[in-house]
């Protein structure tokens, strides 16, 4: 449009039309909404599994140039896999053995190799009387699976780590390798420089809206279903009133904890209740507070993700007697999430009595920083939903990860391009994380929520 308005005015150089070097292409293959690690993982592998250099023309659209409010960039970096589902510990193998392997996956020619500061000193799950049970289930699931996990009796935890008061703790569950934790911003970071190498275009805007096809069809059961196909995708830039249609053959929903609302702009979820169209993504934003305190007679350089049976964690952060801690609120204290902003009384009533009760040196802490940031949480089973949704047959979703999207984000992002490209997963089966379970309301529910 631009080149013809140019070329239908006098003979000079000069254009009306200003044009934005920021805005998308007017045509892409595959366009992926959320530059957050899920969202530059995908990108990464569509480069990297592509047959013919240049093949496969990849957008990734990010609301947030800033990442201010990524949620991605506000983890709390952690990796375990101390989880109850083989398919979490299955995503958390691969993804550790990538973070190991970085620089073979993510290294760029004549760039600084990448330094993720991966500390492995691993996840220590304290359990009390009531699910000593459910510990002893999730260990032998984990070393079926091939986590390298240890059990550990309340004498052995004061022995290995004297610093813990142990009342209360009948079993601990101690990680002894790919367990620990990482810089989030390094691995997002090195995500989108290697994706961008390989060609990826990344833009920064807000998708508002979706231009799609209908076809009718009738089930068995005689209900009628719109099938929507996606045309192209409507990017708002920031600070704007300007905007580019991007027509497109698939999209990637990786927009995190507002997916959901992404997908309600398809009309998913508006459908008549207890149909297929009536569902919504079950995925919202969910505020979670991560603090930062200093305490100089605190535990040293051995101290593990240490994750107390009250649902109070802590970890090291650097060195010098720092450490970050948090806690998910229950269910009826949700915080407002209508902004980031961090309520400081959450720490003095919720975390710290169980801070200072397992570790007596922390009865002197000093709290120094603070910030809040999104879970995409799954109000269905707090577990990621990774796969096409029924009634839109262009839209790839990665989303609902409730929290541990950011280490899961190396094999999530090679099972999602596997599913685009190969048409079905190739290296790991993760078709227990579909759309089917929420259709059918069998929730895989994952019992080591942090």
Request: proline fraction near 6%; charge should be negative.
């Amino acid at each position: 449009m631009r080149k013809k308005a140019t070329e239908a005015l006098p003979g000079s150089s000069w254009s009306p039309l200003e044009i934005n070097p920021n805005l998308p292409p007017e045509r892409a293959d595959i366009v992926i909404v959320g530059g957050g690690v899920v969202g530059w993982s995908i990108a990464y592998w569509l480069k990297q599994k592509e047959r013919v250099r240049d093949a496969v023309k990849v957008v990734v659209v990010e609301k947030d140039p800033t990442y201010s409010q990524a949620s991605t960039v506000l983890s709390a970096g952690g990796i375990r896999q101390q989880f109850s589902l083989p398919e979490n510990i299955h995503l958390s193998l691969a993804s550790a053995d990538f973070m190991r392997n970085i620089n073979e996956h993510l290294g760029v020619l004549n760039e600084d190799p990448v330094d993720l500061q991966f500390n492995q000193s691993g996840y220590l799950f304290l359990a009390s009387e009531q699910v000593a049970h459910i510990m002893e289930e999730n260990y032998s699931t984990q070393r079926y699976a091939g986590a390298k996990v240890s059990l550990l009796s309340p004498t052995q935890v004061k022995e290995k780590f004297p610093w813990i008061n142990t009342d209360g703790v009948v079993l601990a569950s101690y990680g002894l390798e790919n367990e620990g934790w990482f810089d989030p911003w390094t691995l997002l970071n090195a995500f989108r420089r290697k994706a961008i190498s390989m060609g990826v275009v990344q833009c920064y805007g807000e998708v508002t809206d979706f231009k799609y096809t209908t076809n009718v069809m009738t089930t068995a059961d005689g209900e009628h279903l719109d099938l929507r196909r996606i045309r192209s995708v409507k990017v708002q830039m920031p600070n704007s009133l300007e905007y580019q249609p991007v027509e497109c053959a698939i999209v990637v929903n990786a927009a995190g904890a507002f997916s959901g609302k992404l997908a309600e702009m398809l009309g998913i979820g508006f459908g008549p209740k207890d149909t297929i169209a009536g569902m919504s993504v079950p995925v919202e934003p969910r505020k979670r507070y991560v603090y930062v305190f200093h305490c100089p007679d605190g535990p040293g350089l051995d101290t593990p993700f240490v994750i107390d049976y009250s649902g109070v964690y802590f970890r090291r952060e650097g060195l010098g007697g720092n450490y970050i801690a948090g806690t998910s609120p229950e269910e009826a204290e949700e915080p407002d999430i209508s902004n980031l902003e961090v309520d400081h009384q959450f720490f003095e009533d919720k975390i710290w009595p169980s801070l200072a009760n397992r570790v007596p040196a922390f009865e002197k802490l000093k709290v120094t920083g603070a910030w809040a940031g999104f879970y995409d949480y799954n109000t269905f089973d707090q577990n990621g939903i990774i796969g096409m949704h029924p009634l839109i047959n262009n839209m790839y979703f990665a989303t609902g990860f409730s929290g541990h999207g950011l280490q899961h984000s190396p094999a999530v992002g090679r099972a999602v391009a596997e599913l685009i490209l190969d048409g079905n997963f190739k290296t790991l089966d993760l078709s227990g994380l579909s759309f089917r379970r929420i259709l059918a309301q069998e929730p895989m529910l994952e019992r080591n929520i942090v």
